[in-house]
């Protein structure tokens, strides 16, 4: 569950809600002030009451032009049958209907009555004014009724609150959306950094999130990766040092064992040698020169355990790689004339905290081994360069490579039978780079070949010389 995405959301209700009814309540507060339409609600109640008087006044007018015409007192015009062409088209209109009597609205807007009688097929027309454009008031009354209608129907007032709530719902429903987006965008790598923390902390040691922002975020997903690197180098340090440390009690062991059993084996034969017959001293001798031969490349692999067993003293010094990878170049080139060298060195390189002895040695046994796998007019390579506060010293060669088998336990002690071999050499020089704070790994070889990395810690102004002795 993403909490501090629902939680972000949850903030931006709290915030936000609560001024925007705030905001939506002031607002048709004011629009009901602001847009009054007590003008029109006038209009409706005049135009429904005088709808009434003006039907009641064209009653009474009918009425009373009625009472005259039967008093003699209104004169009738009469219309003719031969006339009828000439009829007006409200006396047509009567004369069809065959209404015995009707009342009509005449003059300028209608500001006369007529009194239309049917005599026979003469019809005579009663007139009277009316002193009032009745016609054209009516007009004018339903000219206002229908702004009323219309009011009403078009409801301004109602129209803005709607308008307004709605645009407030919609910017408001469009903020929200955003903020889901950029919660989601903000808690997704935390929550991805969480996970990595825990599966870390799990025991995981090859956790890692994966990158892709430049903020914040990114540098802290950065630095949890270069942590989770570094713990996982240190883990894996300190695992092989373990080992290491086993391997060197088994080794103290076996050389003591080994040496109490040679030197009596050694004084025998030697004893033997001095008290047999002079008639077969020839075979004798050379039987046992044997025998000494071979307790002496006994006893030198019993000094290379003993040397492995041995923890050397450490003095930690600014050590110039440059020099010390041309140097041991230089001394090994004499050696084996057969094979050719090169360098590579990255100009102004940092200099390297660690034990120049030890570096030596280090660089002695990464070249001797590349110099007998390149073979006749082979090639090497040596690389310096610096990154991310290391000093990494590189050893290339162009012999046939390492086997997966090989690459499995390249590190581990191991007994060797080749002739100038003893099977520690690179146990030996990854104790001494780890002594020295760095370590050696292996590489993807420039030349085909082999290819080692020794990395070192960058020398500080303010290192400390340590001399540890084990």
């Known amino acids: ?69 039967r008093a003699g007192e209104v004169a009738p015009h009469k219309f003719l049958p031969r006339d009828r062409a000439s009829w007006p088209q409200s006396i047509r209109e009567f004369a069809a209907a065959e209404e015995p009597e009707r009342f009509v609205h005449a003059g300028q807007g209608g500001d006369r009555v007529e009194y239309l ?12 004014g009316l002193g009032v454009a009745t016609e054209q008031f009516a007009r004018e009354i339903s000219d206002a009724r229908d702004v009323v209608d219309h009011a009403r129907f078009y409801d301004l007032r109602r129209g803005l609150k709607l308008a307004y709530i709605l645009a407030a719902a919609l910017f408001w429903v469009g903020a929200l959306l955003l903020l889901v987006y950029l919660a989601h965008r903000i808690s997704r790598p935390i929550q991805r950094l969480t996970a990595g923390l825990s599966n870390l902390a799990g025991g995981d040691l090859n956790a890692r999130v994966q990158e892709g922002r430049d903020d914040e975020i990114g540098h802290a997903i950065q630095a949890f990766n270069d942590m989770a690197g570094r713990l996982q180098e240190s883990t894996e340090r300190l695992v092989y040092l373990r080992q290491l440390a086993s391997w060197q009690t ?12 040679l030197t009596p084996i050694r004084l025998t034969v030697e004893e033997m040698l001095a008290r047999y017959d002079d008639a077969d001293r020839g075979f004798m001798t050379q039987a046992t020169q044997i025998v000494v031969d071979e307790i002496e490349t006994l006893e030198k692999r019993i000094r290379a355990f003993s040397q492995f067993a041995t923890e050397p003293p450490v003095e930690k ?42 570096l030596k040695g280090i660089l002695t046994n990464l070249l001797e081994n590349a110099a007998e796998a390149a073979g006749q007019g082979g090639h090497i390579l040596g690389v310096t360069a610096s990154a991310n506060g290391r000093i990494a010293i590189e050893v290339h060669d162009s012999g046939p490579g390492l086997s997966e088998q090989a690459r499995s336990s390249l590190f581990q002690p191991t007994i060797s039978f080749k002739k100038r071999g003893m099977g520690l050499g690179l146990s030996i020089a990854r104790k001494s780079a780890l002594l020295s704070g760095g370590d050696i790994v292996l590489v993807k070889g420039e030349l085909g070949g082999a290819g080692f990395r020794v990395l070192l810690p960058v020398a500080t102004n303010g290192f400390q010389t340590r001399s540890d002795r084990g």
């Open 1 to 69: 569950m993403n909490r501090l995405r629902n939680r972000l959301i949850l903030v931006f209700l709290a915030a936000t809600l609560v001024p925007l009814a705030a905001t939506v309540w002031v607002t048709t507060s004011l629009l009901e002030q602001s847009v009054n339409f007590s003008a029109i609600d006038k209009l409706d109640a005049f135009s429904k009451s005088v709808r009434p008087l003006m039907r009641e006044f064209f009653q009474r007018a009918c009425a009373d032009l009625e009472r005259r015409t």
């Open 250 to 261: 088994l080794a103290r062991k076996m050389a003591h064992e080994v040496k109490n059993s």
């Open 317 to 358: 010094a600014p050590v110039d790689v440059n020099s010390v990878l041309q140097e041991r170049i230089s001394f090994l080139k004499m050696a084996h004339p057969e094979v050719a060298y090169d360098c590579r060195l990255q100009d102004e390189v940092p200099q390297a905290l660690a034990d120049q002895d030890l």
């Open 117 to 128: 009688v049917r005599h026979g097929e003469e019809i005579w027309s009663y007139s009277a």
